[in-house]
């Protein structure tokens, strides 16, 4: 399945090093069926830190602290992120971390983001440069504060070689230097060229967390609070270079189809167009400004190839699901008889319960239509400004293209109008568009623009899923069989990402969260068919949860029923082995008054799931009116993600992971016709709004533990509580996505 | 020519008249402020205020605007409302990718601007326009009660 190839993308002429051959490096393991998706390797860089106490010498200290903070004479602090910024509080996050090592005054701290450098800006575990799988906080803990606490200790030590004073007397508090005994005191900034000519100390000592002055305080503002209140923070859209021309592309209407003829004449007689070029990804229509570059493309005649296209509907490639799904597939995960557990439980006075789960295709539309802008450098190679999300990738991606070295290619990251996985792809889609564009119109620096009907029809989606699950509790009402098959699209499968990521038949993507079920259950089943077809996919805010979570947790619910005990209490007795699982479905439970009565027409449903080794707990409130249309009312959410960074951003991941999984649940969806999908914009492909934002209250469980992550864990368990809530009331579990299709939202 | 008058300012600019608002803003004016979202209406991004109502400039030709109209961007709104929303969004964090936030500030201000005690169904009918991607609707609503609040202090 070569889907990039038959898109007009040239096949990638790359594969990334560590993750084709996980052992490279001693910290990368190749992905278990159930690890976070892009959870390569759960090792850390740096063994000295496996099992670290609280307040430790490490070393030696590498990388460099000037690769990720640089401390000027103004006595500002810039901490490089070298993960891209999409929302998700990152920027702060990162520059917290090394600001709290450093003993910098959080007035001083300022983000940035760091260039494309694969050596030195590697994530740690992709073994590219890249941004995803709630990763960023994990993987830059131990490389931040040991970077803040080199640089502190080169402050120290220059301080205390100007005073001449042991530097076991000079102390850093609020970004000021000082030796107490002779009264003297010295900014940062003053300290800067001094401290940047000693070497690195290869030895540093990190704090004792209860020292923590900036980490998991309450009131720390994000840096990006005011450039994104008043119209001047800079996103990839708003980059304007000397002469810079836009493009817009036109794509097939079909996935897989190739331009088999165009008829450009009316486009280049629309005032402001300038060039219109024929591309193996589709026909670029160049022009002075984004509004002549559109009524250009209006004015194309294209004649598409669908040879290769993908004719069918939705409807239609889901009857070819269900009937591979009367088939054994792959298998994911086996222990026990499941089968013959079924036929005990029957025989013996339990319960089977079947059920069929479809979820749709879905978009992910982030608010900033996918765009980027590429010069060609006069000594080779070409700049890219991008809300670059797979540095890595790109430099690749556009090397191949251009014929240049990957280190040729620079990026300037820019703050990202969200992605929710779209911008992280493995063959660089939108960038490399842009790239070819400049490389056929090399006159002046190209600013290729997607609009937002080209994002709704243009694929990568969250792919369509049948989940066929049968299970059983015996009489006592214990979980004793569950058997489970996937089908969909594997987006991992003929990418460079193939080798690492799917095994046996498997993509480790499709089933995470199903594959390594949690609950206690000594008959389990897990398999999986993987199909093909030339629609994009991609993975989407929370990937394979995005439906297992889904699936698991309203069975979980029938199966309560069936057996007659309490939703959380027939979790509980499953979730001896996890104390984590445990401990956020009871903080939920407990926040949101679990156990009390619901008025008439008012239902409370609860879910719970590991994500991304972070552990998350829903608990929702419908109100289900006599028309049988429901409303979300209340949301109340634990996490458990280990020490908390910013407390104040891990909510509000929590609130948009809630808005997000239940946005979709209740509306979202992309299907097509004859091969043509059916949405084009907001009016169509419908996103949550305002009034559908249900009130939401997240409790975060006090952990030591080391920090994972929070921009994806919040997604999963939001939507499987709201439709629990729904079935309490109603009876009907939901097992179709969206909502709407069983006309129970307007 | 066309002349419009932005943030106080007469400029002139040498486009179609059915060029919408939207992109003589941001490829003509280079003021980058007000974004595009979806050129359709449908997600509020490019919101800005001609003569104080807001408006979905995407949908707006500029050969439309009047000539005495006064268009308003996130570059210039200034007030007690503005002030007041501004303060809010910042006091509570609102912002996660910050793309979609202009737009919601300028229907916030202009909310407030007619109402500075509004209910929760008036802050639905003012804002269900305005798209967030990121679901910040949470901290949306209750930064418009927070500067609702410092208004009528």
């Given at each position: 399945?070569?889907?990039?190839?038959r898109?007009?993308?040239?096949?990638?002429?790359?594969?990334?090093?560590p993750l084709?051959?996980?052992?490279?490096?001693?910290f990368l393991?190749?992905?278990?069926a159930?690890a976070?998706?892009?959870?390569?390797?759960?090792?850390?860089?740096?063994?000295?830190?496996?099992?670290e106490a609280a307040?430790?010498?490490?070393?030696p200290?590498?990388?460099r602290?000037?690769?990720?903070?640089i401390i000027?004479?103004?006595?500002?602090v810039?901490?490089?992120?070298?993960h891209?910024?999409?929302g998700?509080?990152?920027?702060?996050g990162?520059?917290t971390?090394?600001a709290?090592?450093?003993?910098?005054?959080?007035?001083?701290v300022?983000?940035?983001?760091?260039?494309?450098?694969a050596?030195?800006y590697?994530?740690?575990?992709?073994?590219?440069?890249?941004t995803?799988?709630?990763?960023?906080?994990?993987?830059?803990?131990?490389?931040?504060?040991?970077a803040?606490?080199?640089?502190?200790?080169?402050?120290?030590?220059?301080?205390a070689?100007?005073w001449?004073?042991p530097?076991?007397?000079?102390t850093?508090?609020?970004?000021v230097v000082?030796?107490a005994?002779?009264?003297r005191?010295?900014?940062?900034?003053?300290?800067?060229?001094?401290?940047a000519?000693l070497?690195?100390?290869q030895?540093?000592?990190?704090?004792?967390?209860?020292d923590?002055v900036?980490?998991?305080?309450?009131?720390?503002?994000r840096?990006?609070?005011?450039?994104k209140?008043?119209?001047?923070?800079?996103?990839a859209?708003?980059?304007?270079?000397?002469?810079?021309v836009?493009?817009v592309?036109?794509?097939?209407?079909?996935?897989?189809?190739?331009?088999?003829?165009?008829?450009?004449?009316?486009a280049?007689?629309?005032?402001?167009?300038i060039?219109?070029?024929?591309?193996?990804v589709?026909?670029a229509v160049?022009a002075?400004?984004t509004?002549?570059?559109?009524k250009g493309?209006?004015a194309l005649?294209?004649t598409?190839d669908?040879?290769n296209?993908?004719?069918?509907g939705?409807?239609?490639?889901?009857?070819?699901?269900?009937?591979?799904?009367d088939?054994?597939g792959?298998?994911?995960a086996?222990k026990?008889?499941?089968?013959k557990?079924?036929a005990?439980a029957?025989?013996?006075?339990?319960?089977v319960v079947e059920?069929?789960?479809v979820?749709p295709y879905l978009?992910?539309?982030?608010m900033e239509p996918?765009n980027?802008?590429?010069?060609?450098n006069?000594?080779?190679?070409?700049?890219i400004?991008?809300?670059?999300?797979?540095?890595?990738v790109?430099q690749?991606v556009?090397a191949?293209?251009?014929g240049?070295k990957?280190e040729?290619?620079k990026?300037e990251t820019?703050?990202a109008?969200?992605s929710?996985g779209?911008?992280a792809?493995?063959?660089a889609d939108?960038?490399?568009?842009?790239?070819m564009v400049?490389k056929?119109?090399?006159?002046?620096?190209?600013?290729l623009?997607w609009?937002?009907?080209d994002?709704?029809?243009?694929?990568?989606?969250?792919?369509?899923f049948?989940?066929?699950?049968?299970?059983?509790?015996?009489d006592k009402?214990a979980?004793?069989?569950w058997?489970?098959?996937?089908?969909g699209?594997s987006?991992?499968?003929g990418?460079?990402?193939?080798?690492?990521m799917v095994?046996?038949?498997?993509d480790?993507?499709?089933v995470?969260?199903?594959?390594?079920?949690?609950?206690?259950?000594?008959n389990?089943?897990?398999?999986?068919?993987?199909?093909?077809s030339?629609?994009?996919?991609?993975?989407?805010?929370?990937?394979?949860?995005?439906?297992?979570a889904?699936?698991?947790?309203v069975?979980i619910?029938r199966?309560?029923?069936?057996?007659?005990?309490?939703?959380?209490a027939?979790?509980?007795?499953?979730?001896k082995?996890h104390?984590?699982?445990?401990?956020?479905?009871?903080l939920?439970?407990?926040?949101?008054?679990?156990g009390?009565?619901?008025p008439q027409g008012?239902?409370?449903g609860v879910?719970?799931?590991?994500?991304?080794n972070?552990y998350?707990?829903?608990?929702?409130?419908v109100t289900v009116d006599?028309?049988?249309?429901v409303k979300?009312d209340?949301?109340v959410?634990?996490?458990?993600?280990?020490?908390?960074i910013?407390?104040?951003?891990?909510?509000?991941?929590?609130e948009g992971g809630?808005?997000?999984?239940i946005?979709?649940a209740?509306?979202g969806?992309?299907?097509?016709?004859d091969g043509?999908v059916?949405?084009?914009?907001?009016?169509?492909f419908?996103?949550m709004?305002?009034?559908?934002?249900p009130v939401?209250?997240?409790?975060?469980?006090?952990?030591?533990e080391?920090p994972?992550?929070a921009?994806?864990?919040g997604v999963?368990?939001?939507?499987?509580?709201?439709?629990?809530?729904?079935?309490?009331?109603?009876?009907q579990?939901q097992q179709?996505?969206p909502f709407?299709?069983?006309?129970i939202v307007? | 020519?066309?002349?419009?008058n932005?943030?106080?300012?007469?400029?002139q600019v040498?486009v179609?008249?059915?060029?919408?608002l939207?992109?003589?803003?941001?490829?003509?004016?280079?003021m980058?402020?007000?974004k595009?979202g979806?050129g359709v209406?449908?997600?509020?991004?490019c919101t800005?205020h001609?003569?104080?109502?807001p408006?979905?400039?995407?949908?707006?030709?500029?050969?439309?605007l009047?000539?005495?109209?006064?268009?308003?961007?996130?570059?210039?709104v200034?007030?007690?409302?503005?002030q007041?929303v501004?303060?809010a969004?910042?006091?509570?964090?609102v912002?996660?990718?910050g793309?979609c936030?202009?737009g919601?500030?300028?229907s916030a201000?202009a909310l407030l601007?007619d109402?500075?005690?509004p209910?929760?169904?008036?802050?639905?009918?003012?804002?269900?326009?305005?798209?967030?991607?990121?679901?910040?609707?949470?901290r949306?609503r209750?930064?418009i009660?927070?500067a609702?609040q410092t208004?009528?202090?």
């Amino acid at each position: 399945m070569r889907q990039a190839a038959r898109n007009g993308f040239p096949e990638a002429g790359f594969a990334p090093g560590p993750l084709a051959a996980p052992s490279r490096r001693g910290f990368l393991k190749a992905i278990g069926a159930g690890a976070g998706a892009l959870v390569i390797g759960a090792h850390l860089p740096m063994p000295a830190l496996a099992a670290e106490a609280a307040a430790k010498t490490v070393g030696p200290a590498d990388p460099r602290p000037h690769a990720f903070i640089i401390i000027a004479p103004d006595n500002t602090v810039t901490v490089l992120a070298k993960h891209l910024d999409k929302g998700q509080g990152i920027v702060t996050g990162i520059a917290t971390i090394a600001a709290e090592e450093l003993d910098a005054d959080w007035s001083q701290v300022r983000g940035a983001f760091a260039p494309a450098d694969a050596k030195l800006y590697a994530n740690h575990f992709f073994g590219i440069q890249g941004t995803g799988g709630s990763t960023a906080i994990a993987n830059s803990w131990d490389e931040l504060r040991m970077a803040g606490a080199a640089a502190r200790a080169m402050l120290v030590a220059a301080a205390a070689a100007r005073w001449t004073v042991p530097a076991g007397e000079v102390t850093v508090s609020k970004g000021v230097v000082r030796h107490a005994a002779s009264n003297r005191s010295l900014t940062f900034g003053e300290l800067a060229e001094e401290a940047a000519k000693l070497p690195v100390p290869q030895q540093v000592k990190l704090k004792d967390p209860k020292d923590y002055v900036l980490i998991g305080k309450p009131d720390l503002h994000r840096l990006d609070h005011v450039s994104k209140t008043n119209g001047t923070a800079i996103f990839a859209m708003d980059i304007r270079r000397p002469d810079q021309v836009t493009a817009v592309l036109a794509r097939s209407p079909r996935f897989g189809g190739t331009v088999k003829s165009v008829d450009d004449a009316a486009a280049r007689k629309v005032p402001g167009v300038i060039e219109v070029v024929s591309l193996p990804v589709g026909v670029a229509v160049i022009a002075r400004n984004t509004w002549a570059a559109m009524k250009g493309r209006e004015a194309l005649t294209v004649t598409w190839d669908d040879v290769n296209s993908e004719m069918r509907g939705t409807d239609a490639m889901l009857a070819d699901y269900r009937k591979l799904a009367d088939q054994p597939g792959a298998a994911a995960a086996g222990k026990g008889d499941a089968d013959k557990a079924f036929a005990e439980a029957a025989a013996r006075g339990g319960h089977v319960v079947e059920g069929d789960f479809v979820f749709p295709y879905l978009a992910h539309a982030p608010m900033e239509p996918l765009n980027a802008v590429v010069a060609l450098n006069p000594e080779g190679g070409c700049t890219i400004w991008a809300g670059s999300q797979f540095q890595g990738v790109e430099q690749m991606v556009a090397a191949h293209i251009l014929g240049c070295k990957p280190e040729q290619v620079k990026i300037e990251t820019q703050w990202a109008g969200g992605s929710f996985g779209r911008r992280a792809t493995t063959n660089a889609d939108y960038i490399a568009e842009a790239v070819m564009v400049a490389k056929a119109y090399p006159k002046a620096p190209v600013h290729l623009v997607w609009t937002r009907e080209d994002d709704i029809k243009g694929g990568r989606y969250r792919p369509l899923f049948l989940h066929r699950i049968k299970a059983a509790v015996d009489d006592k009402g214990a979980l004793v069989a569950w058997k489970q098959r996937i089908v969909g699209q594997s987006f991992m499968a003929g990418t460079p990402f193939e080798a690492a990521m799917v095994k046996n038949g498997v993509d480790a993507t499709m089933v995470e969260g199903a594959s390594d079920m949690a609950y206690a259950v000594p008959n389990l089943a897990v398999d999986a068919h993987t199909v093909a077809s030339p629609v994009t996919t991609l993975w989407w805010r929370s990937v394979g949860h995005t439906h297992t979570a889904y699936s698991k947790e309203v069975m979980i619910d029938r199966l309560a029923k069936a057996a007659g005990k309490d939703p959380v209490a027939f979790r509980l007795e499953m979730l001896k082995d996890h104390p984590r699982l445990a401990g956020v479905l009871k903080l939920a439970a407990e926040k949101a008054g679990w156990g009390q009565p619901m008025p008439q027409g008012k239902g409370r449903g609860v879910a719970v799931h590991e994500s991304f080794n972070s552990y998350v707990a829903h608990v929702a409130d419908v109100t289900v009116d006599a028309k049988g249309q429901v409303k979300v009312d209340r949301v109340v959410v634990a996490i458990d993600c280990g020490q908390v960074i910013n407390p104040d951003i891990v909510k509000s991941q929590m609130e948009g992971g809630t808005g997000w999984g239940i946005g979709h649940a209740l509306r979202g969806e992309i299907t097509m016709t004859d091969g043509m999908v059916d949405q084009a914009n907001f009016d169509s492909f419908l996103p949550m709004r305002m009034s559908d934002m249900p009130v939401v209250e997240v409790h975060i469980m006090p952990s030591s533990e080391r920090p994972t992550g929070a921009g994806e864990p919040g997604v999963p368990t939001a939507a499987p509580a709201v439709a629990n809530a729904i079935f309490s009331v109603t009876g009907q579990p939901q097992q179709t996505l969206p909502f709407s299709r069983g006309g129970i939202v307007s | 020519m066309i002349r419009i008058n932005v943030n106080g300012e007469d400029r002139q600019v040498d486009v179609p008249e059915d060029m919408p608002l939207l992109w003589v803003l941001r490829d003509e004016l280079n003021m980058t402020g007000t974004k595009f979202g979806c050129g359709v209406a449908q997600c509020g991004a490019c919101t800005v205020h001609v003569d104080g109502t807001p408006t979905r400039a995407c949908q707006t030709p500029v050969g439309m605007l009047g000539p005495d109209s006064k268009v308003t961007t996130i570059e210039g709104v200034t007030g007690k409302a503005a002030q007041a929303v501004q303060a809010a969004w910042q006091k509570l964090d609102v912002v996660q990718c910050g793309y979609c936030q202009s737009g919601q500030i300028m229907s916030a201000v202009a909310l407030l601007t007619d109402n500075q005690n509004p209910t929760d169904q008036d802050i639905d009918a003012a804002m269900d326009g305005n798209v967030c991607r990121c679901a910040t609707y949470v901290r949306i609503r209750a930064a418009i009660k927070d500067a609702a609040q410092t208004m009528r202090a």
